[in-house]
């Protein structure tokens, strides 16, 4: 017997929070529920979960990343690999695809790779107090780096053209001293931002260690959405007036003064369309007859979801 929609649609949101850490919100919606099937709070063991989770992502975003390896290992033994060799968490494949990869050495390498940002910022702090380019915070900056590129050569052709890239992009970090790094290309490599991706990363990977899906069950719903909005738009299918979405995108257009505009690195279903504001609802207005239905706008994933 399938479950009535708003205990579906509970049980949804239930899992979001928890995802996320937000187990203090989860349970409240869970005592509030009490006659509903999910009137079970979560359990002790859940809660474990989630509490060593947010300490690993905690550690991740405060630029502990020595520290975040540490509870990794204490936490969720055998969840990195430092070898590409080395088997696959099986509890990592038994999940729809996720948006971030979730091998145990990719994860490894990222957080290593921050490892190594951590340790430059240290260093330029180094340097602003006046101490020698050649310190133990340099050697210990070079000895990561090395240890990465040795650990990359060992991956397949085209991972290992993605990651050389990136280090050697990282490398060039030590030719500066910190006030002088300021070009947009090392400001982003040590965009305090990195830390959060990567948190976001670990947390997803954590979960699928002990066999949960890497992504709550709204993200990929939020895709399979984005998707079928784009072909409705794409293949100009027209769409009754009296059906919700219709009167979802005219809100969406409304609140859109509101909203920033997506950077193409960030948007990518931009490249069908680069049609916003105005033109957007130009075009919803001339594909809106009387009696047919109207065509749906480009998707926007900003002004339709922002709200």
Do not use: K
């Not at 590409?84 to 957080?111: E, G, I, M, Q």
């Amino acid at each position: 017997m399938p479950w009535p929609a708003s205990e579906l649609a509970a049980r949804v949101v239930v899992e979001y929070l928890v995802h996320h850490g937000h187990t203090n919100t989860a349970s409240a919606l869970l005592a509030s529920r009490a006659q509903a099937p999910t009137r079970t709070l979560l359990a002790p063991r859940q809660l474990a979960h989630v509490a060593a989770r947010q300490d690993v992502c905690r550690a991740i975003v405060d630029g502990a990343l020595e520290r975040a390896l540490e509870l990794c290992e204490a936490h969720f033994p055998g969840m990195l690999r430092a070898d590409v060799s080395a088997p696959a968490v099986p509890a990592a494949r038994t999940h729809p695809p996720s948006a971030v990869s979730l091998d145990p050495f990719h994860v490894w390498l990222n957080l290593h790779l921050q490892l190594y940002v951590e340790q430059v910022r240290a260093l330029y702090a180094d340097y602003a107090r006046g101490a020698a380019p050649d310190s133990p915070a340099q050697q210990a900056a070079l000895a990561e780096i090395q240890l990465l590129h040795a650990r990359v050569q060992t991956l397949p052709a085209d991972e290992r053209a993605v990651y050389a890239e990136q280090i050697h992009a990282l490398v060039a970090l030590l030719a500066y001293t910190g006030s002088d790094a300021r070009d947009p290309a090392r400001a982003a490599l040590l965009d305090p931002a990195r830390r959060t991706a990567l948190a976001a990363q670990v947390n997803s990977a954590a979960l699928a260690y002990v066999g949960l899906p890497p992504e709550p069950v709204l993200a990929y719903v939020a895709r399979q959405t984005a998707c079928v909005l784009d072909a409705l738009h794409t293949q100009q299918v027209r769409v009754p007036r009296e059906h919700p979405l219709v009167a979802l995108m005219d809100d969406a257009q409304d609140e859109s003064h509101s909203v920033p505009p997506r950077s193409p690195a960030h948007s990518p279903h931009d490249r069908r369309s680069d049609v916003r504001g105005d033109a957007r609802s130009d075009a919803h207005a001339s594909a809106a007859p009387s009696d047919g239905g109207v065509v749906l706008p480009p998707w926007d994933a900003v002004g339709l979801f922002a709200a």
